[in-house]
């Protein structure tokens, strides 16, 4: 290399140098936009369910207040997925775990944002049994509802208890227990294809007035990173249903 050369080997140097950052520069801007979107889409997805577990909240909510047979009774739920509450059998729901009886709510079709039809539990307390004694303020939620960490928010044995919950599927995963949702017609109204485990909690199954109940989703395996639970909780606690249904009922 003589002495001319060296100067342009520096500025092809500096040249190359120049077109590196700003590759670099590109790539990065492409990356946190993607992150940004993704993050953003999460973030609308998130918004689009709590809407919807909050109206199927309400709807519940006016049931309870509209029902003139039975003031503050809630409906059983749907174990058909036709929409439609099912009826007492000897006093006593079917299951008091399904799907939202949208249709006997008068609620529309709801869906989360995955797509996927709400889910519903019911404290027995609230059945619309006209047998029963009538519901009053001091008549006591059986529901268990935990947070993520599995720490109780309302204990079902408690006056905490929840009255109902209504959950939003989200999209079928692997189970903490290792189950393979599968959301074929054959299986789209049984439990475990739809609702998750956690922490030592199962979704697809509770005991009422016990500390079985609920677990809020958002729960990650931490040795692989994979998320094991992403259902989303809305709970109906005593407090907040007698706010309302409370000016009705002794």
């Not at 079917?94 to 944002?113: A, I, N």
């Not at 009422?208 to 040795?223: E, K, L, M, Y």
Request: charged share 15%.
């Amino acid at each position: 290399m003589t002495g001319a050369d060296a100067p342009r080997d520096a500025l092809r140097n500096q040249r190359g140098a120049v077109l590196l950052l700003l590759l670099l520069s590109v790539v990065v801007g492409i990356s946190y936009a993607l992150l940004n979107g993704l993050r953003h889409g999460r973030q609308e997805r998130a918004q689009e369910t709590a809407a919807v577990l909050a109206q199927a909240k309400e709807g519940l909510t006016g049931a309870a207040v509209t029902d003139s047979a039975m003031p503050g009774s809630l409906p059983c739920p749907d174990t058909n997925d036709d929409g439609l509450a099912e009826a007492l059998s000897a006093g006593a729901c079917p299951s008091y775990l399904g799907r939202l009886p949208w249709r006997t709510l008068g609620l529309p079709d709801l869906t989360d944002s995955s797509g996927e039809r709400l889910w519903y539990a019911l404290s027995p307390s609230f059945r619309k049994a006209l047998a029963a004694q009538p519901i009053t303020s001091a008549t006591q939620g059986m529901i268990t509802l935990r947070d993520s960490t599995g720490a109780i928010v309302n204990l079902g044995s408690a006056t905490s208890a929840a009255v109902a919950v209504v959950i939003a599927p989200g999209p079928a995963l692997l189970r903490q227990d290792g189950t393979v949702q599968n959301r074929t017609p054959a299986n789209r109204n049984t439990p475990i294809h739809y609702l998750d485990n956690g922490n030592g909690e199962d979704n697809a199954s509770f005991a009422a007035g016990t500390a079985d109940g609920f677990i809020q989703g958002g729960i990650v395996n931490g040795a692989t990173g994979q998320t094991v639970a992403n259902d989303r909780l809305l709970g109906l606690s005593h407090a907040a249903f007698f706010s309302v249904v409370g000016k009705i009922v002794p």
